[in-house]
């Protein structure tokens, strides 16, 4: 294998941030672990999905994106995404249409390297929400 081979497969092509699925696999094992951390678990997920929509479906980017929109411009709990856009996830069970969006080709400059190595509950708390927000922006 040469360099420019190892470079490929350990840069994600979406993100561009080397081993990202390892960096958010680190983040979510953290707020699943650690209840100071948990509050902005939803956000962390909705955040990473989106930024990889490539890889979903067009339904599976429709849900991260109303969950985030929720959190952050209607003050649903970023933790445990409560309450919830009345009658979305009926909608989205149901198969009835929402609507589609096209995920941009560039990924942005914020990516889940900004909330890794946070000092402590608050400060990762601030860059997830700095992230969610610049994700939001993207899209
Ligand atoms: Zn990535």
């Excluded at 951390?37 to 991260?64: C, F, I, K, W």
């Excluded at 996830?89 to 249409?97: L, N, P, T």
Aim: charged share 25%; net charge negative; aromatic share 8%.
């Amino acid at each position: 294998m040469s360099t420019q081979d190892h470079e490929t497969t350990a840069v994600c092509p979406r993100c561009g941030v080397a081993d990202c699925r390892r960096a958010f696999d680190e983040l979510y094992a953290k707020e699943f672990s650690d209840h100071a951390y948990a509050a902005v678990h939803l956000l962390t997920v909705d955040a990473y999905s989106l930024q990889h929509g490539e890889e979903r479906s067009a339904r599976s980017n429709t849900y991260h994106l109303v969950r985030l929109t929720a959190a952050l411009e209607f003050a649903a709990d970023s933790g445990t995404g409560s309450p919830e856009p009345r009658g979305w996830r009926e909608r989205i069970e149901r198969g009835i249409a929402l609507p589609d969006f096209a995920i941009p080709a560039d990924p942005g400059e914020m990516t889940v390297a900004h909330p890794t190595g946070a000092a402590g509950p608050a400060e990762h708390g601030e860059r997830v929400r700095e992230w969610a927000w610049a994700e939001l922006e993207r899209l």
